[in-house]
């Protein structure tokens, strides 16, 4: 069957990576025989126009949508063009959010048909299955069905986590526009585990990759991560939940990469008490550059609430130790947790700010969003917690959406302001620095890799290459590099080498027509 599968653009606070979502699923379906395309969207804007020429280029027999809380209402939009374009085609949808919020989902688009709830590669394939009359319906695990006629919702059994990871089949990173992400020097993700055995009770991963974890063969993540590289992608973000928790895994990936000196470099999440001088010495002969803590608070009685399991001292530590072998360390906070007041606020804000002094550390804060699926969302009265909306669309952990009896939104919304305001504050020196010459080495790299992307996002967020008129002089890269410059205001060096870089990777590409040459990014 000719199954499409759509991942939706993403409202970008953060930059985009090429993900493993889709490509996993995919290649299950395509594994049992069945034709796929994905639509990635990600690093585009979603207008109806491209999921109407994809409907009729490809007719699919069925469509699956991912999205994440975040772009939830982005999924819904494609879901009801979908529908426009053809009355008859099932629509499937899955991820964190939709697996969580099984009625709101098929209540917010009409257009819906299944939900497949939890990990999607057997799901999916089931569902193709019967829908072709090789199983029954209500046989394929983890799915919740509406029925047309009635409206009625059911679900069938849970589908249990896969779990030998290694019976996947590889993500098929093929069917997605790579050039797009390599043109925008994405990080490419890598998953080697999946699960994480704390319950921090603002994450959803107890409930969504399970508090048993599954391991990948080391082997096989290296080979994924050199092919990565093979194809030009210079960083590699594992995305497991807890890359450093089981020692033996963890020393098998990091050791194939030593063995192998791919020279490429990567990053991953971690939790501070699994540090040790070894750890982090061990992921920097690999190729690690810098590691992400979900240190949360800089209150040791918010921590213990929001059941962290972790402590400031132990912080400290691994701060340190990850400054001594040279990695990068990234401390990653939460403000509005259960606990939170005024006091606790500021002393975070402190914290946070004496890790940059005494161990070079970056932070980051994030407002709490209760998502579904973690116990705060469902405990949030137990937690002295208020959820003040369930507008999916200000659940991008910049706003301020629960609140807490001891500190109040504004005091909640200003820490954050600030800490934007601080980033930009920094880029404006960074530019300055540049100017001068005076940035080199890592932070020269990320520099130059913010303003590319600064100037192909403003490029493709518009639309705006394909809406430049016909170029008809016989240098048209030349004529596009003045329209860009004028369009985008960016320096015409770069847009001249960025052009040149993008072109040569195929994401660009000229098209003649009878009026002269347009140029169009590849899908
Ligand atoms: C990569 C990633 C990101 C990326 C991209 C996210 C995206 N998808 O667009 C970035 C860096 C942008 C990101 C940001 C955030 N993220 Co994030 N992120 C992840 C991460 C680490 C990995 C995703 C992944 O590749 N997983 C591996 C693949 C195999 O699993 P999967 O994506 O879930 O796909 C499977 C199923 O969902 C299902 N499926 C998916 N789609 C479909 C479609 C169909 C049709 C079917 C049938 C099945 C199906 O099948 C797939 C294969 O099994 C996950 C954690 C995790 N371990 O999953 C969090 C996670 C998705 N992120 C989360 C959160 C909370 C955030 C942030 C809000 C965190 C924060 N406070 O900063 C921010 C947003 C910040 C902002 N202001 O924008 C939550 C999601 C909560 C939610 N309900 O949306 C997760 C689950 C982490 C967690 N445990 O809490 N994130
Ligand atoms: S925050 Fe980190 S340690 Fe806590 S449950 Fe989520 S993934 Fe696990």
Redesign the pocket.
């Known amino acids: 069957m000719r199954i499409l599968?759509v991942?939706p653009s993403?409202?970008?606070?953060?930059?985009?990576?090429l993900?493993?979502?889709?490509p996993?699923?995919a290649a299950a379906l395509r594994a049992d025989g069945h034709e796929v395309e994905i639509l990635d969207l990600?690093l585009a804007r979603t207008t109806p126009e491209k999921i109407e020429r994809r409907m009729q280029s490809f007719r699919p027999q069925l469509v699956?949508?991912?999205?994440?809380?975040?772009?939830?209402h982005i999924a819904n939009g494609i879901g009801e063009v979908v529908r426009k374009c053809d009355a008859e085609v099932p629509i499937?949808?899955?991820?964190?959010?939709v697996?969580?919020e099984i009625e709101g989902s098929f209540r917010d688009l009409p257009a819906l048909d299944?939900?497949?709830i939890?990990?999607?590669?057997h799901?999916?394939t089931e569902?193709a299955r019967a829908l072709e009359g090789r199983m029954d319906l209500r046989d394929v695990c983890g799915l919740a069905l509406r029925d047309r006629a009635t409206g009625r919702i059911e679900r069938t059994r849970a589908r249990p986590l896969?779990d030998d990871l290694d019976r996947?089949a590889p993500?098929a990173r093929d069917l997605v526009p790579l050039a797009r992400y390599l043109a925008f020097d994405s990080h490419a993700?890598v998953?080697t585990s999946?699960g994480?055995p704390y319950e921090c009770i603002?994450?959803?991963?107890p409930a969504?990759?399970g508090r048993k974890v599954r391991y990948r063969d080391p082997v096989l993540c290296a080979d994924e991560i050199e092919d990565l590289a093979a194809l030009g992608f210079r960083e590699i973000?594992i995305?497991?939940?807890l890359f450093t928790l089981h020692r033996k895994h963890f020393l098998g990936v990091c050791g194939e990469l030593e063995r192998r000196g791919t020279g490429i470099r990567w990053n991953a999440?971690s939790r501070v008490d699994t540090i040790t001088p070894e750890v982090v010495e061990t992921m920097a002969r690999a190729g690690c550059q810098a590691i992400c803590f979900g240190v949360e608070s800089g209150d040791q009685e918010v921590l213990d609430l929001v059941k962290k399991k972790s402590s400031l001292a132990k912080v400290r530590e691994a701060m340190r130790m990850t400054q001594e072998a040279g990695i990068s360390a990234l401390a990653?906070f939460?403000i509005g947790l259960p606990g939170e007041t005024e006091e606790t606020l500021r002393r975070t804000v402190e914290f946070a700010e004496s890790l940059r002094q005494e161990f070079g550390c970056f932070y980051?804060f994030?407002i709490l969003?209760p998502?579904?699926?973690?116990e705060l969302r469902d405990r949030a009265s137990d937690y002295g917690l208020e959820i003040l909306t369930s507008d999916w669309t200000q659940?991008?952990?910049?706003h301020v959406v629960s609140r807490t009896g001891g500190a109040d939104i504004g005091a909640l919304q200003s820490v954050s302001d600030a800490y934007e305001k601080t980033i930009r504050d920094y880029y404006r020196y960074q530019d300055h620095l540049f100017r001068q010459g005076s940035l080199s080495g890592y932070e020269l790299q990320t520099y130059l890799r913010r303003r590319r992307q600064e100037l192909l996002w403003k490029l493709l967020l518009d639309d705006a290459v394909e809406t430049f008129a016909p170029f008809r002089s016989a240098d048209p890269v030349a004529e596009l590099e003045v329209a860009v410059t004028e369009y985008t205001g960016h320096d015409p060096m770069l847009v001249a080498r960025e052009l040149l870089r993008v072109l040569e990777l195929g994401a660009l590409a000229a098209q003649p027509g009878p009026d002269g040459l347009r140029f169009a990014w590849t899908e």
């Open positions: 599968l991942n993403y409202p970008f606070e953060e930059f985009p990576r993900l493993v979502t889709l996993y699923v990600l699956g949508i991912t999205s994440v809380t975040l772009n939830h499937v949808m899955g991820g964190p959010h697996s969580f299944y939900i497949g939890g990990e999607g590669e799901t999916m569902l896969e996947l993500p993700s998953v999946r994480c603002f994450c959803s991963a969504w990759t973000t995305e497991d939940d999440f990653s939460i980051g994030h969003a998502f579904p699926g973690t659940y991008d952990a910049n």
